[in-house]
């Protein structure tokens, strides 16, 4: 909502002028209300406060579970045993059992010796570098990770004074050993050179080249990490992400993640990997000493949607399959999808603006789909992005293609 009375104070003014500029240009973002249970279908709330129900293509609800009876009920169960919150950070009173069985799961599911929960995989990715990195130590990232990671490199060197950080160009593994033996030739590296990328990248839906990129690790003695945020319930056979897309699983050094995308929709990210880093972040990692723990309601509904994935793995195969009918579909259409195996199929418009206007009329049309513009993705590379869940049907999907076609 834009400000309604002009102010004095030098904040007020420019902050005014910002939202004027944004609104006149056509790339203010306005929040959709959604007034149901996010699903493959969710009703959406107008101007006037009546509601209309839309087919939705922007959530990160990539195995339809965060709406399925069992997750559902589990949450309910928690509420019901364990209260509203934990009221407490994890080292002082805020540890409930739900906690460690949800941990215990994620590192069966991730094949990793251990894992720990925060309230958010931002939370997550902001515990790891300044609470595992020393002076001395190199990050080397790809150029478009996600913004948390990006944040967390640029917060790492506040806190430990002598860590440096590098960026390769993106997906590329000729700049990757380039920046790799500038760290190694580096003078002052004493310490540990960590590589980071995602497993699957937000905007663009392509996945990173993990198997070169640890042969790369392995010559320049790096750890890797990959947040798989997006991987997880989408890449390899059964789900597990990018890592078991590659047979790379028990390969991959650290992994941050999300709890709030494909399983189970609703909060919370985690650190997996060796059980030596997971307990340096529970003595050290500022996020979890200042922070409150995940709530047991989001902790025993996660660990139920990762219950029911590694029960039913034919919802992977049934989001592959909507995946490859979309993106034939769209390019059909005559648009432009950017190929990848993942479940974002992002359509390139290039103008914010135009980008915005045509995620509006496609809601009018009853198919909600996001445009994403700068600064979320660099100026001129504007898109609709479109998200693909096994709660989809191939009717569904005809929809949304009809409702492009018809822009």
Not at 4 to 23: E, K, N, Q, V
Not at 42 to 59: N, Y
Not at 130 to 140: A, F, S
Not at 266 to 291: D, M, Y
Request: hydrophobic fraction near 40%.
């Amino acid at each position: 909502m834009m400000p309604a009375a002009p102010s004095t104070h030098p904040f007020d003014a420019r902050t005014d002028d910002i939202l004027r500029s944004l609104d006149e240009s056509g790339q203010y973002k306005r929040l959709r209300m959604i007034d149901s249970p996010m699903d493959a279908t969710v009703r959406i709330r107008r101007d006037d406060g009546s509601t209309h129900e839309a087919l939705c293509f922007c959530s990160n609800n990539y195995l339809g579970l965060a709406n399925h009876p069992e997750v559902v009920e589990a949450g309910i169960e928690g509420l019901k045993k364990y209260g509203a919150g934990t009221a407490s950070v994890r080292f002082i009173c805020g540890t409930f059992t739900p906690h460690e069985t949800l941990e215990e799961r994620i590192s069966q599911y991730m094949g990793t010796e251990s894992s720990y929960t925060f309230v958010s995989c931002w939370n997550a990715t902001e515990a790891l570098f300044p609470t595992l990195c020393e002076p001395g130590d190199v990050i080397v990232s790809d150029e478009l990770n996600h913004a948390c990671i990006i944040d967390a490199m640029r917060l790492t060197p506040v806190i430990k004074k002598g860590v440096k950080k590098k960026v390769y160009k993106h997906s590329d593994m000729d700049s990757l050993r380039a920046k790799l033996e500038e760290a190694k030739a580096d003078a002052e590296i004493t310490g540990q050179i960590w590589v980071i990328t995602d497993g699957v990248f937000s905007m663009e839906g392509d996945i990173a080249h993990l198997p070169a990129t640890r042969t790369l690790c392995d010559e320049f003695d790096a750890l890797l990490v990959v947040d798989d945020s997006h991987g997880h319930g989408v890449m390899g056979r059964t789900g597990r992400g990018t890592h078991e897309h590659y047979d790379m699983v028990g390969k991959v050094d650290m992994f941050t993640g999300t709890l709030g995308k494909a399983l189970g929709g609703g909060a919370g990210g985690f650190i997996a990997g060796p059980n030596r880093a997971t307990e340096l972040v529970i003595q050290r990692g500022r996020p979890t000493l200042f922070s409150n723990a995940l709530p047991v309601t989001v902790a025993m509904s996660a660990a139920k949607a990762i219950e029911v994935l590694m029960r039913e793995p034919e919802r992977v195969q049934r989001l592959r399959d909507n995946t490859t009918y979309a993106r034939e579909k769209i390019t059909g259409a005559g648009f432009e999808v950017l190929e990848s195996p993942t479940a974002i199929c992002p359509i390139i418009v290039h103008d914010t603006a135009k980008a915005i206007a045509m995620s509006a009329r496609l809601l009018e049309m009853g198919v909600f789909v996001i445009g994403f513009g700068f600064p979320v993705v660099p100026e001129g590379e504007a898109r609709l992005r479109v998200q693909i869940s096994a709660a989809h049907t191939t009717e569904h999907i005809d929809t949304l293609v009809d409702a492009l076609k018809k822009l």
